[in-house]
């Protein structure tokens, strides 16, 4: 997720958002209501991070059914690099 360092919420609301299967319009607009709330700076995630997110991230919470949401929590809140994946 490019653009500068993203929240654990915002990057709650990508993973989650891509693991059900949402587009990335369908999370950008979350992000935007969420941003308009709070009065926070929107980030917007690109289409690039996205991808990656549906490539490398998903399939990684998904290789390990037995730890999903422990992996899911680490993406969250301290991400790994794409080699580290």
């Excluded at 993203?6 to 935007?32: C, F, H, S």
Aim: hydrophobic share 40%; glycine share 10%.
């Amino acid at each position: 997720m490019a653009r500068g360092k993203y929240t654990a919420g915002e990057r709650a609301v990508a993973v989650i958002g891509v693991l059900a299967g949402k587009t990335l319009d369908e999370i950008n607009e979350q992000l935007k209501a969420d941003a308009g709330r709070s009065g926070a700076e929107l980030k917007l995630l690109n289409e690039e991070s996205y991808k990656m997110l549906v490539r490398k991230y998903a399939p990684s919470i998904d290789a390990a059914p037995d730890q999903r949401w422990s992996v899911a929590w680490g993406h969250i809140t301290a991400p790994k690099s794409l080699g580290d994946l």
